[in-house]
């Protein structure tokens, strides 16, 4: 059985930081290429960052410098540090994993308000 489970949103304030994790089952994360996805009320959902079993990353153009994502293969978990946060952040994130198919989180709220 896969699973896929994020943790760690919550509610902070603009300029504030948050790090989001995923625990993902062990037979897929040391293969999978794992990903942070969000989705906005009334928006489509968009890739935020993605880091591939050997550790090449890739980051959405709205969240470069300021988000970092990394994995602990010891620990099938992959990270995403959120930074200098923004009101336009706010949206459900949602860990996916990525072998061809994809494994999906149930997500987890990040909310960026004063």
């Known amino acids: 059985q896969v699973q896929v489970v994020e943790s760690g949103g919550g509610l902070v304030q603009p300029g504030g930081s948050l790090r989001l994790s995923c625990a993902a089952s062990?037979?897929?994360?040391?293969?999978?290429?794992m990903g942070w996805y969000r989705q906005a009320p009334g928006k489509q959902r968009e890739l935020v960052a993605a880091i591939t079993s050997r550790g090449t990353t890739n980051y959405a153009d709205s969240v470069k410098g300021r988000f970092t994502i990394s994995r602990d293969n010891a620990k099938n978990t992959v990270y995403l540090q959120m930074n200098s946060l923004k009101p336009e952040d706010t949206a459900v994130y949602y860990c996916?994993?990525?072998?061809?198919?994809?494994?999906w989180g149930q997500g987890t709220q990040v909310t960026v308000s004063s």
């Open positions: 996916n994993a990525q072998l061809g198919i994809s494994f």
């Open positions: 062990e037979n897929i994360f040391r293969i999978a290429t």
